[in-house]
């Protein structure tokens, strides 16, 4: 394989054509260990090779007086849980590994998913069970997405399950694997994912007068974040209808879930470097309720727009409400907590360069063994500038330059790409002047 590197480099600080598709990888238990790593654009497509295994309920109650629950076929993990009837009674139901559930909906949504089989024997015996198993699992599962001409990904998750987990004093989980994928790749984001039992204020125990673990806490702990990551909050309860299970029919997911949907319905009318928050784009699908309600002041925080001393180490983007206009994605920023606000600090930038960069990488394989000439040159440029065209005209760059550099190696082509982006408006600065006279000069700067 030809040696392709596209280096980034940032050179200043802040004062529908997508180059790749917005398919997102997603874990998923099964209980076959013959399946294997695929991408899916349909849920038919997908349905066929991982059905929902038939739930079938014993007519009388046993001893203890259950209705039991049997499960023939399928190939997707699940556990057992129960159900008052009345009186002594109890159904006892299934419950499908809620990533099959997230994978169903963004398929639904439109979004290209990228399936990686995690074998689980048998069924598990809680939601917290899959959750501690995901942990462990994650980082042999994701080794073989560093490749980047083979799978072509834009958003790695861990699936319904968080990935960053308070351990005591300290935090685990599987998020520093989700990080190692973006980390080689240089091309894709990862989202973390929070324990959905965490709120953000601290409250106490009464029984015990100790702080029960906090959001704000976890986010001390984590102490670093990165411009090709981002994590939103908190956990809602969706509609999940697409998999046609009818003990499913709505779920706790997790807050990336909400954003992956959203993403799903702007790419049908908008391009995806255009933020997906805020009151015209940061609507979220199929949310009936969230977790917990942020305020302004926790959003601040979230945000790191607080004083120094009070500003969190990691950027999360909200989930909240806002005004009257309903619940909206109200946040637009990788995790990094870099006070100079860098381009890449801002995520639909970062999504902006990694498309650049997919772009980039397909150009050079496409011009890769022909002759080394002006032809050449002019021909790579062309096979770029119309994504690059199409993100100055679509409000994503304000410019775009080429330079081609002198190198003595031979069989290479050297050149310098500079762009300048376009950031989401965040901040306002607006100063109302009264006067005691009856007419007051203004000066308009445009």
């Known amino acids: 394989m030809p040696r392709i590197i596209i280096k980034e480099d940032e050179l200043t600080t802040f004062a529908q054509f997508n180059a790749t598709e917005n398919s997102v990888l997603v874990p998923l238990f099964v209980t076959l260990d013959n399946k294997s790593s695929a991408r899916y654009s349909n849920l038919a497509e997908f349905k066929k090779d991982f059905p929902t295994a038939s739930v079938t309920w014993e007519e009388e109650a046993d001893t203890e007086g259950v209705y039991r629950a049997k499960v023939s076929g399928g190939v997707v993990s699940y556990w057992r849980d129960s159900r008052a009837l009345g009186g002594d009674q109890y159904r006892e139901i299934i419950l499908f590994d809620k990533s099959y559930l997230m994978i169903c909906e963004l398929l639904a949504a439109g979004m290209p998913v990228v399936v990686k089989p995690i074998y689980h024997e048998g069924e598990f015996a809680n939601e917290a069970e899959a959750s501690s198993t ?24 861990s699936g319904a399950y968080p990935n960053v987990i308070l351990d005591g004093s300290s935090i685990s989980g599987a998020y520093t ?19 959905k039992t965490l709120p ?53 997911m997790p807050a990336c879930f909400g954003y992956l949907l959203a993403v799903a319905q702007n790419a049908l009318t908008n391009a995806d470097w255009l933020a997906n928050s805020g009151t015209i784009r940061g609507r979220v699908p199929n949310l009936n309720s969230l977790k917990y309600n942020i ?21 999360v983007n909200p989930i909240m409400p806002v005004g009257t206009y309903g619940t909206r ?118």
């Open 200 to 252: 953000f204020d601290v409250e106490v125990d009464s029984q015990s007068s100790e702080s029960i673990p906090t959001l704000k806490k976890v986010l001390s702990l984590l102490s670093s974040g990165n411009s090709f990551e981002a994590a939103f909050y908190p956990w809602g309860v969706y509609t999940t209808s697409a998999a046609g299970l009818v003990n499913q029919m709505s779920a706790e």
């Open 134 to 157: 995901i942990q462990t699992s994650i980082a042999e599962a994701f080794a073989e997405f560093n490749d980047k001409n083979l799978w072509n990904i834009k958003f790695v998750t």
């Open 295 to 315: 305020g302004e002041t926790a959003m601040h925080y979230l945000q790191g727009d607080g004083d120094e001393g009070e500003t969190a180490d990691v950027r």
């Open 177 to 195: 694997s989700l990080r190692a994928v973006p980390k080689d790749r240089a091309d894709c984001i990862d989202l973390l994912e929070f324990e």
């Open 329 to 446: 994605i109200w946040g637009n920023r990788t995790t990094v907590s870099d006070t100079s606000d860098k381009y890449t600090n801002f995520l639909n930038v970062r999504i902006l360069v990694c498309d650049i960069k997919k772009q980039l990488y397909h150009a050079s394989l496409r011009v890769t063994f022909e002759p080394n000439d002006d032809i050449a040159w002019i021909n790579f440029k062309k096979l770029n500038n119309t994504l690059l065209d199409q993100m100055q005209s679509g409000r994503g760059i304000q410019w775009y330059r080429w330079s081609k550099l002198i190198t003595d190696k031979k069989a290479t082509l050297k050149a310098l790409l500079t762009v300048k982006p376009i950031e989401a408006l965040e901040y306002f600065d607006i100063t109302v002047n009264l006067t005691d006279g009856g007419s007051v000069e203004v000066e308009e700067v445009i």
